[in-house]
């Protein structure tokens, strides 16, 4: 009797993990230029993706070819060069994608970033289940102003900084400004 009832519940075990929906979870993407790029991918499949793109090894030696670079910034063909991501890998699969959403609108366009932000925010929330966490930071010393917005779910993270005050290359003091940018890891 034993052994009929150790089978059966190995039977029907077996039948229900067969016949049930699996469940992969996909790795979460960004949409770069109208090309999905998502974590964990595959260096040489990540390229081929990005390839029309202007490309540039970030923050290593002169001469390191492209196809092994750690940190890579995906630029618009024409001047003047827009970075409209960061891209980080590890070993041979992508660790970490920064987009930059800010070249979206100009200036301090208030209507086009709340679009903007809206389409960042609705986006990061497609099929998530998880919760935001809202921070801030914010930094004050003589004349200069730096307020940061962090929004963060699961390994999504949405920045919101505005500066002002802040000295350009050539010491002038440089326009207000707001940067808005998305990365996951």
Known sequence: MFEYL????????AAALL???????AQPAVDILGTEIQLGAERRAVLA????FRLQCFGEAAGVPISECKSILVQSNQPPYDTHAHLVF????????RKYWSHEYQGTEPGKFVQTLYAVISSATLGSSVPFQITTAERRDSGIVQQTIII????????ISYAEGLHGTSGTILPPFVNLDESIE
């Open 90 to 97: 590890e070993g041979n699969q992508l660790k970490s994608i």
């Open 19 to 25: 016949l049930a929906p699996i469940s992969v979870k």
């Open 6 to 13: 150790k089978r059966n519940i190995i039977a029907a075990l």
């Open 152 to 159: 963060s779910s699961g390994r999504r993270t949405i920045t």
């Open 49 to 52: 993706k990005i390839s029309a």
